[in-house]
């Protein structure tokens, strides 16, 4: 193992999930990552021009598949979120986000889900539950994920 694989280093790694206004993509996906990853792995989201709210559309989609997003709340993203986290992946923010030498950058391009009905928030959700489960077995080795949290869709 090398120095830098998490499992060795006891480090737990640390995603930052940016977009614009940190209230639909980002909060997806940080909510996700919290779920499976059973706290191999913190996640957190930010935006560069946060807005007031999530997305009451998305709360209501992620609430139905059992995941609580009463804490959220959009925040900026800053240089230092990003310096801390061992992975940023941007996802609609483009050059607006920080680029912070060292950290990886990866690209999600998934369709923003505000403004969209249920079906449409979970096309989205599927698209990033997808990205999520494959980011979290590339970051973690080995790491067991619960089920989807789509098989229990109603």
């Not at 997305?55 to 609580?68: N, S, T």
């Not at 489960?133 to 089920?147: D, K, Q, Y």
Request: proline share 7%.
């Amino acid at each position: 193992m090398t120095t830098t694989d998490p499992v060795a280093t006891n480090h737990v790694p640390q995603v930052v999930f940016a977009c614009v206004r940190n209230g639909g993509r980002s909060v997806i996906s940080r909510v996700l990552t919290e779920h499976y990853a059973g706290g191999q792995v913190t996640a957190l989201s930010a935006g560069t021009q946060p807005g007031e709210h999530i997305h009451p559309e998305v709360a209501d989609v992620l609430e139905k598949l059992g995941l609580d997003t009463s804490a959220e709340q959009p925040k900026l993203l800053t240089r230092e979120t990003i310096a801390a986290s061992t992975v940023a992946i941007t996802l609609g923010c483009g050059e607006e986000c920080p680029y912070v030498p060292g950290v990886r950058y990866v690209d999600w391009p998934v369709a923003d889900p505000g403004g969209q009905d249920e079906a449409g928030v979970r096309a989205v959700v599927a698209d990033l539950d997808s990205r999520v489960r494959t980011m979290l077995t590339e970051l973690v080795p080995g790491i067991r994920l619960p089920a989807s949290v789509l098989e229990r869709a109603v």
